[in-house]
């Protein structure tokens, strides 16, 4: 609670002609209608809702503080013979919502110094302010119902009187207050609006993943935009507790173990198996064998490229070159083609000429879609807000998207420019998804090396296909992949696991934004370049990405366990590694993990599964296991790449370890969007 007085602070929000009506149905009351000034202030890590009639702005004295620990001399308490009145059926009217001013009173509390404050007139006494951590609730008047008005519930109920907006409209403020608190409908009453609802936390911490720095995080936004962008992470996480805590001191003092539950809470359907006792676990310790040595190759060259490619542009043997780009990535100059195949664009069947017949389809398709954004009027727009949204998302991403690269650096960039057209166009190819925070993450590293505005629309589309479910609202994939790389980390290391649970991190919230995004934030623009490309093969395995993560937290899993590193030193150092990672050692380590996995004989039929490994019906001859004890077992399970991989293997070693490098300079300027 911020101390009476003067209120200064960053404002963020701020509208004049916000009344208060006094007096409904009171004739003797001379200040029906109070006009004032609301504002929203940023200070010290508090936000303050604070309204003022116009000519008490710079009266001090006036000011009450809502809440029962308030330090102003006068507090907000409802009067307890007009509350007993209110009937349930009069609180849902809109009637209800001017009785609520009647329904105020003002209590003195004791001063210290024996001195009461003096009022210069009847309208200073409506002055308030409260701190966000308060409010406990939101009602909004009914659609078509004369002014908008909200009116704010406090955590100990007090009421607030109406603020109706005679000048503007109130949705403002609610947006405005959305970047701070989760804000819900509630179940019983649509027109109010509950604070920090459980089940949209994790939605709101990913809609808030780079966004402004929210209320009460421990990690705080830096000055430099990019350094910004990397503490994030952790903000995601623990907005996902303040979220849930919010300011109930019941809620900081939960034991440890209640924690899981929190978070769990925060995804529903998210069901991670946790140890229920020590010792016990949900897969079965099994020895997977000797993890085999495995060594990369360099790029594949454009040289290359050419050799496997027939007189009208067929690329022969598919198979070989994408187990060659998995072991290498692509050399630069190549992957302006390449990746049109690996994303899906271009078929890998198709020849020279359907492929330029292809583009010009597409890009028909592309600029008459563009069309319909571009053509909208203002006045339209109005009357969209969906497109308003959407457009001032895109806005405010596309400033921040990776600024340090060349490629976006200063102000009316092309690429820039670009990269905001795209995202437009993008909205109008699928409405219902739209734009949410980090799919410009997304289109960055394609446009970067596209250098072309259809080709990358058309290759991002193709991307948004595979990431579609991380981005929806229900957020399927993100539920989906947090159980399963839970799945996978206890089959390596069960131990580990139980360590993290122990802390309180067993559901890998830590590892939200390196799914959300694949790693974008993790690793240097090239070397992702280089990880994405690898992944787009689809080789070695289905969800290869969630083997990344195993290889990344096992070189982690040392220094956390011997430094007995708890939920917030944890998500603290996994935020730190970013930029750090080594993306070929992480590669060897992933691809090593899929090998090993592939050779063991009792693979549990969830981790086949997940990998997308076959099944072989053949039974090993040594195999002593008895049939009931088989069950839920997969016997040798096969992959077709392992199959074909040591040739490959074999003339990757043989071939020159000096490759001609094809000297590319993307130039910026000739950039031109349409």
């Known amino acids: 609670m911020a101390a009476a007085g003067v209120v200064s602070g960053k404002i963020i929000y701020e509208q004049e002609g916000v009344y208060i009506h006094s007096s409904f149905g009171k004739a003797n009351d001379q200040d029906s209608l109070i006009s004032g000034t609301l504002r929203v202030l940023e200070k010290d890590a508090e936000v303050i809702v604070d ?23 006068v507090e907000w308490t409802q009067a307890p013979k007009e509350r007993a009145h209110r009937g349930s059926e009069r609180l849902n009217s809109y009637e ?24 210069r007139n009847g309208k200073s006494k409506w002055s308030f302010l409260f701190s966000l951590t308060d409010l406990k609730s939101i009602k909004q008047n009914k659609e078509g119902m ?83 962008t990397m503490v994030g992470f952790s903000k995601v996480t623990n907005y996902i507790f303040d979220s849930l805590r919010g300011s109930d001191p019941s809620a900081h003092q ?51 490229w050419t050799k496997n490619i027939d007189s009208e542009g067929r690329i022969l ?62 006045e339209q727009e109005k009357r969209n807000s ?20 060349k490629f976006y650096e200063g102000q009316d960039n092309p690429g820039l420019i670009l990269l905001h057209d795209i995202l437009m166009t993008y909205c109008m190819y699928d409405f219902d998804l739209g734009y949410v925070q980090g799919m410009s993450d997304l289109l960055s590293p394609v446009l970067y090396v596209m250098e072309n505005e259809v080709d990358a629309f058309w290759c991002f589309a193709s991307y948004m296909d595979q990431m579609h479910q991380n981005f929806e609202e229900q957020m399927q994939g993100m539920k989906t992949q947090l ?43 090239l070397d992702i370049l280089r990880l994405w490309e690898v992944m787009w093969t689809e080789l070695p395995c289905k969800n290869f990405h969630l083997l990344l993560c195993c ?60 990998l997308g490994l076959q099944d072989s019906e053949v039974t090993t001859p040594d195999s002593d296991i008895g049939e009931d004890e088989n069950v839920g077992m997969t016997s040798c399970p096969t992959s077709s790449f392992y199959s074909n991989s040591l040739p490959v293997l074999a003339a990757s070693e043989a071939r020159d370890d000096n490759p001609p490098e094809i000297s590319v300079s993307p130039n910026v300027s000739r950039l031109t969007p349409a």
């Open 317 to 378: 043997n598919v198979d070989n070159m994408k187990q060659m780009i998995f072991r290498g990535g692509l050399s630069h100059a190549l992957r302006k083609q390449a990746w049109k195949f690996l994303l899906g664009y271009f078929p890998w069947d198709s020849t020279k000429e359907e492929r330029t017949e292809l583009q010009k389809q597409k890009t028909d398709e592309y600029f008459r879609m563009k069309l319909q954004w571009k053509s909208v009027s203002e």
């Open 51 to 73: 309204w003022r009639p116009l000519d008490d702005a710079l009266d001090s004295s006036s000011i009450l503080h809502a809440g029962k620990d308030s330090s102003s001399v």
């Open 96 to 119: 209800a919502e001017w009785d609520m001013v009647n329904t105020v009173s003002f209590k003195k509390k004791p001063h210290t110094n024996g001195d009461a404050p003096s009022h």
């Open 551 to 610: 290889a990344i937290l096992e070189s982690e899993k040392q220094q956390i366990m011997e430094k007995h590193y708890g939920f917030n030193e944890i998500l603290k150092h996994i935020n730190e590694l970013s930029m750090k990672i080594d993306v070929e050692d992480v590669l060897c380590k992933a691809e090593a993990i899929s090998l090993q996995m592939v050779k063991c004989k009792e693979l549990p039929q969830a981790v086949c599964e997940i």
């Open 386 to 405: 969906r497109l308003r949204d959407y457009r001032s998302l895109i806005e405010k991403d596309v400033n921040r998207t990776d600024r340090t690269n």
């Open 483 to 525: 159980i399963q790389l839970s799945t996978l980390l206890r089959l390596l290391d069960s131990g580990f696991c139980s360590y993290l649970e122990s802390q309180d991190s067993g559901y890998l919230y830590f590892c939200f934004r390196w799914l959300l995004i694949r790693f974008k934030r993790e690793f240097s623009f």
């Open 254 to 304: 939960r034991p440890p173990s209640e924690m899981a539950d929190f978070l769990s809470d925060a995804i529903p359907g998210l069901k991670i198996n946790q140890q229920e006792e020590p010792g016990f676990e949900v897969i079965t310790r099994i020895d997977l064998g000797e993890r085999p040595v495995v060594q990369r190759r360099e790029p594949v060259s454009l040289e290359e």
């Open 146 to 228: 004369g002014w908008s008005y909200l009116v704010f519930c406090l955590k100990d109920d007090v009421i607030l009187p109406a603020l109706h907006f005679h000048q503007g409209d109130s949705k403002l403020l609610i947006d405005s207050l959305e970047k701070y608190v989760v804000l819900c409908e509630s179940a019983q009453d649509k027109r109010t609006l509950l604070v920090n609802c459980q089940n949209k936390s994790l939605s709101q911490s990913f809609e808030n993943l780079l966004d402004e720095p929210a209320y009460g995080l421990i990690q705080k936004i830096k000055k430099d935009p990019y350094t910004a």
